[in-house]
């Protein structure tokens, strides 16, 4: 088990080193630089700029400085916006990021798995089709379009909800909804099939033979063990979501890491780039990482252990 | 002997996209409390449809029960409803089934899976449960039951995992309990070990043992009382002897030259046209097994032969028991 988590962790130090190394050379290698502007500014000002953030040293030069600013967690200052750092962008960004998310994560969680269940229980009927047709839908519908959608029919038609913008809990109703309509239907097909397929199963007539009542079966035999494929799942959950932020929070106008990730490649706001995509990157590894740690506790035939100790 | 469970003329119909399957076509027979016996034919005849049956697990849709009745008790079980049925099941009736390898939950530890069914019928809590399963899975002949109680199915091996079916099964000292194919899936010694701690539970517990198999071979020594079935109909039952001795129906005999005995080429007897039991769903007019048997004559082509008794115990479904047989019908016209 130790050996086990020594090995994960050196696998996302190591795989977090790629990733800077490669967004470094992809990010320098498009045209332009930060203060590329339509705006003529004269040649020594910008000259005088680029000297102050190094971007004349060699490239060698520059990405070794930048690993040393990293290992002391510093990701350096914005080249856009004076007075703040890539530490501040994400300090303030992140968390409603992370708020969002967690709302998208929860809805798709709740909303998907009774879906799938109810579907399961009663395949076939009018209950099963509703979800299933929903669900197909949403799967389709890319989320620029459906935040679009659902702008125009509940902020602009009915004028039920704000149209835009963070703060009260009107606000983030719509966006919740964009981020979490395609994971919902992901994880109620999902549920619903692995229930089937677990409804079948000789243990569920065991437990029938047994006198349970129907709840409990299907609580207690039948969840219990379809959740497993949506376990495994989760970690694909997290990173979809985080996806999908980056648009739904530009259309929403919401002032998360999404966003001004999306910004700063505008811009070619070079720190901003790397600082978001490393703090993503990490952040996505420990998600992973936990989602593994979950599945033991679902799952008791798996045991974390490493390669060489089976 | 008092009688158990007494089942009437039971029918069981499935529906599919290709039609009504009349899988279970009016079968009766009675159990003594204490007695153990076999129910035996090829898959598909209706064995397990029989067994489940009893303790209503035949999922609705798409099976029906068309008709008759399963006396328990006493009491008539068919009307019953999933409520009343709950009770029944694993208190009075216990089952246990083919597969031990996914017949247990395999996210819930072994000694939980009894523990549950303990809280539903009984009246013990607490450490008392707890009790009752450990004293459970020693008494299955699992070794370090204490142990075993915390472990999952995985960690058990095929034998083991069907001893805790078995202790599972027996937990709440139920009446009867119904074995479908307890052994089909695991290694011959195996096999012989399950039998015998089956055998050794009915003699302590005095339960009643329903075990179904399409092994005649497992039969011998463990049922008082044989039933064989052919297309979802009885056509022979007896006692062991009669029928392993004394058999009538040529169905019987063909599955007796079929249990393998090493060194001679018997299964042609069995098959002597290539052929599987028919569809049920338009099940043959006359008697179900004449186009595989090499003693039909024109009569078991037309008209379904009744059953007959021969002795107190005996009783054969087979127009060749009728006085105009000719002694000699023995060829095929």
Known sequence: ??????????????????????????????????????????????????????????????????????????????????????????????????????????????????????????????????????????????????????????????????????????????????????????????????????????????????????????????????????????GFLVTEVLLGSFVVESIFAIPGLGRWFVISILNRDYTVILGVTVFYSAFLMLMNFLVDLAYVAVDPRIKLVDRKDV | MKKLLSVNNLQVHFTTFAGEVQAVRGVSFDLAAGEAIAVVGESGCGKSVTAQSIMKLIPSPPGRYMAGEIFFNGENLLPKTEKEMETIRGKDIGMIFQDPMTSLNPTMKVGHQIVEMLKKHTNLTGEAVKRRAVEMLALVGLPNPEKRYDQYPHQFSGGMRQRAMIAMALACNPRLLIADEPTTALDVTIQAQILELMQELKDKLGTSIILITHDLGVVAGFASRVIVMYAGKVVESGTTGEIFYRHRHPYTRGLLASVPRPGKEIRKKLNPIAGRPPGLINPPRGCAFWPRCDRAMQVCREVQPDMVQLSDTHWVSCWLTHEFAAKGANVRS
């Open chain 1, 1 to 234: 088990m130790a050996q086990y988590l020594l090995r994960r962790v050196t696998t996302i130090i190591l795989a977090l080193w790629l990733i800077i190394t490669v967004t470094f050379l992809i990010m320098h290698s498009i045209p332009g630089g930060p203060f590329a502007s339509e705006k003529k500014v004269p040649d020594v000002i910008k000259h005088n700029l680029e000297e102050r953030y190094h971007l004349n040293d060699p490239l060698g030069k520059q990405y070794i400085d930048y690993l040393n600013h990293l290992v002391h967690l510093d990701l350096g200052p914005s080249f856009k916006y004076e007075y703040r750092t890539v530490n501040d962008i994400i300090k303030e960004g992140f968390p409603v990021s992370a708020t969002l998310g967690s709302l998208a994560i929860a809805f798709s969680l709740v909303v998907g798995l009774l879906a799938g269940v109810i579907s399961a229980l009663r395949q076939n009927h009018w209950q099963d089709y509703l979800a299933m047709v929903l669900a197909t839908l949403s799967f389709s519908v890319p989320s620029f379009i459906l935040s679009g959608l659902l702008m125009y029919f509940f902020a602009y038609k009915l004028q039920l909800l704000p149209p835009a913008m963070w703060g009260t809990w009107q606000q983030a109703i719509l966006p919740t909804l964009a981020l979490a309509a395609l994971p919902t239907a992901f994880i109620a097909r999902l549920m619903r099939s692995s229930m089937l397929e677990v409804l079948q199963q000789d243990y569920i007539k065991t437990a029938r033979a047994k006198g349970l009542s129907e709840r409990v079966i299907v609580l207690r035999h039948g969840v219990r063990n379809a959740i497993l494929p949506v376990v495994t799942y989760l």
